[in-house]
């Protein structure tokens, strides 16, 4: 981040900085450090999260659940010797991978199945959940005994593949499931952002605690990514 900060001139801009007001390798950590001890991230993301709210720009009927996987350096060339002992190896679609997996602001090992994180990712209000296939069964779970919204599982397609391509069930379940993936698609945006507009395809730090810190971050401006366009017509700024 210093070197960053002497070589391109838009982000001294973006923190309004001079050249000669360059903070150094050691105040950048222990301001990072600082964000991690108070928990300051999930503070800059509940307020973007408001701010997108009080513009009608954040949903809050329903919530669409999933998860993806941030990979970890494997390498044992460190002072311990070993790879990060919070981060795990699992296998997806005949690949194996080791790191983090963030079920949206939440990071966990790697191998942690997605299915038991539902109910820390809900918010209580909302009487509609999305999810795909991996989330089987959520539904019969007991933390959610009790819990009165419509659960929106994509099904497997092996479950209804047997019905025959040519069968009016067959056509209808297809319709359905299409309507279904149309909805859920929309929490794969930002992941999108964070891997591929922001960079974070790997985990920069080690331990999960450190990780998931950060990890908040980019998701809360991703929200702002997202919806740049409708900020930016709102304003009377530009308008695209």
């Given amino acids: 981040m210093e070197e960053a900060l002497y070589e391109t001139t838009i982000l001294r801009q973006f923190a309004g900085l001079s050249l000669e007001r360059i903070s150094d ?9 600082l964000l991690e001890k108070h928990e300051l991230a ?8 408001g701010y997108l709210g009080d513009r009608g720009l954040s949903l809050r009927q329903g919530t669409i659940v999933d998860a993806t996987l941030i990979n970890a350096p494997s390498s044992t060339k460190n002072k311990d010797g070993r790879r990060d002992p919070d981060m ?16 949206s ?4 090992a790697a191998n942690v199945a997605d299915v038991t994180q539902v109910d820390k990712q809900l918010h209580g209000a909302e009487n509609v959940v999305c999810a795909d296939a991996g989330y ?31 069968s009016a069930l067959y056509k209808a379940k297809r319709k359905i499931e299409k309507a279904k993936a149309q909805v859920r698609v929309k929490v794969e945006h930002p992941f999108r952002v964070i ?8 985990t920069r730090f080690r331990g999960l605690a450190k990780n998931t810190a950060q990890l908040v971050t980019p998701f809360a401006l991703s929200n702002l990514w997202m919806v740049r366009r409708h900020l930016l017509t709102s304003t009377g700024k530009v308008r695209l």
Avoid: D, P
Wanted: charged share 30%; hydrophobic share 30%; glycine share 10%.
């Fill in 25 to 33: 390798e050691t105040t950048i950590f222990n301001f990072r450090r």
């Fill in 42 to 49: 999930a503070g800059i993301l509940a307020v973007i999260n």
């Fill in 88 to 103: 795990h190896q699992t296998k997806k679609v005949n690949q194996y991978y080791f790191g983090m997996k963030a079920h």
């Fill in 105 to 108: 602001v939440m990071g966990t």
């Fill in 136 to 166: 089987t069964g959520v539904e019969k779970r007991t933390e959610h005994y009790g819990r009165e919204v419509i659960w929106q599982i994509t099904a497997r397609r092996s479950t209804y593949k047997k019905l025959g391509k040519r």
């Fill in 195 to 202: 891997k591929r507009q922001f960079g974070y395809v790997k």
